[in-house]
């Protein structure tokens, strides 16, 4: 059974006070944790000091927190009578894939598919820091480029004629 992203936006809305309730669970319990000092955290990080249960149980609930209030304020943009919706300047409909979004239906289409689905630069940009550096270099050469095949055009055909013309004599 398929449904419309109307409906689908209408069930989803439904679950945003159960979001908010679960994160509020979740903090409550969070704040009678007893979390470690910075000195504590710092020995734990170094690996000198053993991390206690508490600490762990911390650094669980607070990740599994940021999620749900994370879902929950995703829903709540992308649902309602005026879904949030990106749209890419000129342009009037869709909106547009974040590489987070992106990567989040790659995976989708990709489970229920059974095909596997290459990331877009895009996303490999996003979530690989090292390609980062080297779209940057890309783009950098690039720009370069067509910097010089600017300088270039500005010299004009008879400038490039008398040069080569000249060269040509000082070898024979």
Known sequence: MTISGKEARKRAGRHLADLERVSDELTAILEELPIPTPEEFEGMRQGTRVWSDEAYLAAVLRNADFH???????????TGKAPLRLKPLGQKGGAVLTPALERSLRYLVQARSGKQIPPSEAEVCYYDPSARGREALRLFLDVA?????????????????????GEQGKKG
């Open 68 to 78: 749900v209030d994370e879902a929950r304020v995703l829903i709540q943009d992308h």
């Open 145 to 165: 480029m067509k910097f010089c095949g600017l300088v270039l055009s500005f010299l004009g055909p008879e400038e490039w004629q008398e040069r080569c013309d």
